[in-house]
């Protein structure tokens, strides 16, 4: 008897990936490969052309660039043809290792990819900082050839920066030195708290554990444990604090060094590179945080409505990931209604948009059975030859289920509604990448409610939305607030742990102020973000992205009739605009002002108080 599958109540269907190739070692796929192959074999030829001209490559004049300018040319055309040859088998091996993380032949063909990733990723750097080095003038004449223009707004961004670039000998040195510098302190960091355990107290037991194990206990209901899995976790990153403290001093101080040595032109600041990557500029970040600032009180009131719901008068630092409080037995929604339900809602935005939910399903495009042998998470992904979505994830029916369902189909429709565009138009920054998926999200939730027949169902979806409001409006800025003082801090001298534990205590207290029980000292260790050595304030986008993308959904009665074509125009232009030039375009507001997050914070207030009912509802 086939155990498994009689405990199995309600799943997901599996995905059609044959579509794509017929397997791992199909024939089909390895002629990708040697097309790849032949196509990287041209780039090489091409690159000693680039190569040459990348030393006087800022004084070449149109008849001296001509030869590199016709080499940058064909090396982007054939990128663009090599991109989803190399992306189409990854993305492949990615989506069969998902289901069955032990399948040996995705294993071996995500092995052989790794070679062609380095490869393309090497032959293209002479073409990148060719278009770095040169002129205004040759970037114009590089664009002006039709099959390169798509490119435009991409080229052109990377350009702003190049105030900062140093001498192409010493950017050589900086990047070769990284390595064994900046990026070996994050690699510490991610070896340490992979190798670390904590103890736990699990009844009377004191139990050791590894971190990840202890991270999971901050998800369950009940709250001795999670406080006890915080406790845990904090006193082991306590015992090394001082290579913690090592790691984010060095991090933090290369780049403000080298953004001194970048200042020749104009000053660099730390925010600098952040903002840019997420195609916002400074304006529109202090202004979210100053209109974020002032919803301080209402981001409390959802807080300290949560911390009332499970009978308590303020949240502490280990609730933050902690699930609804059961009210009683929750009735799985089986598979094909959380389509249909998803489908209407949907729908009631616009019908295109059912139909799509429709489709998804119909071609198979989406996996969601339930397996010990499939990987935790959900994600939403695509093929880039065929243009066509896949989401993923595991289905049991829950309503958390059908929210991160709703999630990764509004990420699915992102990308279907850009298939036809150029692969140079298709990506989009971190700060625009979720507001199709918050928008559908947002979208099901609604109808839930809508149809919800007690106070405790009504509960159990408004609990979601107000963990959403305190992750994104407390807990981000709080981040943000104690990664900004410490690189002010930073720039004079390193900081004692000490000196980083009573910075962030004042950045929570800041934050939650009295709606939090007490702070998060050791938050600066714990949270693996402050030691990511290729990015930083890896906060903000996140609060960016859910401000802007509920300030979309929440116009949606307001914008009139042709709302859903204005929404689908934005979408589409997410990989070829500032998010400025986006809202500018397509809603009519400025995001460098305070207005258009005011009003959003503003549609927010009713759904913070109609949690506040629901919770007073059942207090009774
Ligand atoms: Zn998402």
Request: glycine share 6%; hydrophobic share 40%.
């Amino acid at each position: 008897m086939n155990r498994t599958s009689d405990e199995v109540k309600v799943q997901g269907p599996s995905w059609d990936l044959r579509s794509e190739y017929p397997g791992p070692d199909s024939t089909e796929l390895a002629a990708d490969l040697r097309a790849l192959d032949e196509l990287l074999d041209k780039i090489e030829a091409l690159n000693p052309t680039l190569v040459g001209a990348l030393p006087h490559a800022p004084d070449l004049d149109a008849v001296a660039a001509a030869p590199s300018l016709a080499a940058a040319q064909q090396v982007f055309r054939l990128s663009e043809q090599a991109g989803p040859l190399l992306s189409n088998p990854l993305t492949f091996a990615n989506c069969l290792l998902s289901v069955d993380a032990q399948d040996e032949a995705a294993q071996v063909l995500q092995g052989r990819l790794q070679k062609y990733q380095k490869r393309y990723g090497e032959l293209l750097e002479p073409w990148s900082e060719y278009l770095d080095l040169v002129s205004d003038q040759i970037v114009e004449a590089y664009l002006a050839d039709p099959t390169v223009a798509p490119s435009a707004f991409i080229a052109r961004h990377g350009r702003e920066r190049r105030h900062e670039l140093l001498g192409l000998a010493e950017e050589n040195l900086v990047s070769g030195l990284a390595q064994d510098g900046i990026h070996a302190w994050g690699r510490m960091y991610s070896q340490l708290s992979s190798t670390m355990t904590c103890q736990v107290q699990v009844g009377n037991e004191l139990e050791t554990i590894g971190m990840a194990e202890a991270g999971g206990l901050l998800q369950k209901a009940e709250e001795r444990t999670r406080k006890a899995a915080w406790h845990g976790i904090n006193a082991a990153w306590k015992t090394h604090e001082e290579s913690c403290a090592a790691a984010i001093n060095a991090i933090a101080g290369w780049r403000l060094e080298l953004n001194r040595k970048r200042s020749k032109v104009r000053a660099v600041h730390f925010l600098d590179a952040p903002v840019h990557m997420n195609r916002l500029n400074r304006q529109t970040l202090d202004s979210l945080l100053e209109v974020t600032v002032e919803a301080r009180p209402l981001s409390r009131r959802a807080a300290l409505a949560m911390a009332r719901a499970t009978g308590r008068e303020k949240i502490g630092p280990w609730d933050m990931r902690a699930p609804a409080p059961q009210l009683g037995p929750e009735r799985p929604i089986e598979f094909p209604a959380a389509m249909e339900l998803i489908a209407d809602a949907y729908a009631g935005i616009d019908p295109k948009l059912g139909d799509f939910v429709r489709m998804m399903r119909e071609k198979s495009w989406i996996e969601g059975t339930v397996s010990s042998r499939k990987r935790p998470g959900a994600y939403c992904t695509g093929f880039e030859k065929s243009r066509t979505p896949r989401v993923y994830m595991t289905y049991q029916g829950s309503t958390a289920d059908v929210i991160t369902l709703a999630h990764e189909l509004g990420h699915a429709f992102h990308s279907w509604v850009m298939r036809d565009l150029p692969d140079s138009q298709r990506t989009y920054g971190m700060s625009l990448a979720e507001t199709a998926s918050t928008f559908g999200e947002t979208a099901v939730r609604d109808a839930l409610l809508a149809r919800a027949e007690n106070p405790q169902e009504r509960f159990r979806i408004m609990w979601e939305e107000m963990t959403a409001i305190t992750a994104f409006m407390l807990n981000i800025p709080a981040r943000f607030s104690f990664e900004k003082a410490f690189y002010e801090k930073r720039d004079e001298r390193p900081l004692r742990p000490v000196e980083l534990e009573a910075l962030m205590s004042q950045a929570w207290q800041e934050w939650y102020g009295d709606a939090c029980a007490e702070p998060d000292p050791m938050f600066w260790a714990s949270k693996l973000h402050f030691f990511i050595s290729g990015l930083s304030f890896y906060n903000f986008p996140y609060l960016f992205g859910y401000l802007f993308s509920m300030g979309v959904y929440l116009r949606r009665s307001t914008a009139g009739p042709d709302f859903f074509d204005r929404y689908v125009a934005l979408l589409r232009d997410t990989g070829r605009m500032t998010a400025e030039q986006l809202a500018r375009r397509h809603l009519d507001v400025a995001l460098e002002g305070p207005a258009f997050w005011r009003s959003t914070i503003e549609r927010l207030e009713p759904r913070v108080a109609a949690f506040e009912a629901v919770v007073e509802s059942l207090a009774r």
